[in-house]
C-alpha cells in the first residue's frame, strides 16, 4: 500500500498491470485466485488432435510450478483456444509461467504437451466482486 496513494484495512497485492492504461490493479490476496488459465504456444505430443480430443474438456493433470506436483485438471480446446480449469483456485500463477500437461501422475505419468500461460482467470467463488479491487494509475 505504500507508495501508491491508497489505504486499506488489509495488505494489497498486485492483481494485473494495465500497461496501455498507466494503471496498476491491486486487490486483497483473495483476487490472486486463479481458476482458469489460457495457454498460447500449445505443443501436443499426445494422440490425437488436440482439438478433437479437448473439445469437450479433457482430464489431465497440470503441472504449474517445477517443484510442484502435477495436479488434477480439466483441458479444453474451443476455437482457436487452449484452456485449463483447476477444481480449486491457486494463488501466484501468472501469465509468462509454463503449463505442463500429463496423463496421469506418478513416474510413469505420459506428458501429453504444454504451453505457456497466456492469461488468468480468477477464482469464480461467489462473494469475490469486482468492486474489492482498486485501481491505482501508474
Known amino acids: 500500500r505504500r507508495g501508491i496513494g491508497i489505504a486499506a484495512a488489509e495488505p494489497l497485492y498486485v492483481v494485473?498491470?494495465?500497461?496501455?492504461?498507466?494503471?496498476?490493479?491491486?486487490?486483497?490476496?483473495?483476487?490472486?485466485?486463479?481458476?482458469?488459465?489460457?495457454?498460447?504456444d500449445v505443443n501436443w505430443i499426445g494422440a490425437g488432435a488436440i482439438a478433437d480430443v479437448a473439445a469437450g474438456g479433457l482430464e489431465v493433470h497440470a503441472?504449474?510450478?517445477?517443484?510442484?506436483?502435477?495436479?488434477a485438471a480439466i483441458l479444453f480446446a474451443e476455437q482457436s483456444s487452449i484452456s485449463v480449469e483447476l477444481p480449486n483456485a491457486m494463488l501466484g500463477v501468472a501469465p509468462g509461467q509454463a503449463c505442463v500437461l500429463y496423463a496421469g501422475v506418478g513416474a510413469d505419468a505420459?506428458?501429453?504437451?504444454?504451453?505457456?500461460?497466456m492469461k488468468t482467470a480468477p477464482d469464480a467463488r461467489p462473494g469475490l466482486a469486482g468492486d474489492e479491487r482498486a485501481a491505482v494509475p501508474a
Not at 503441472?63 to 495436479?71: E, G, K, T, V, Y
Request: charged share 30%; glycine share 10%; net charge positive.
Open 16 to 40: 494485473r498491470i494495465e500497461a496501455r492504461e498507466r494503471r496498476v490493479v491491486v486487490g486483497p490476496r483473495s483476487a490472486l485466485a486463479v481458476r482458469r488459465l489460457a495457454l498460447r
Open 63 to 71: 503441472r504449474l510450478r517445477s517443484s510442484q506436483l502435477p495436479i
Open 110 to 117: 505420459e506428458v501429453l504437451g504444454g504451453g505457456w500461460i
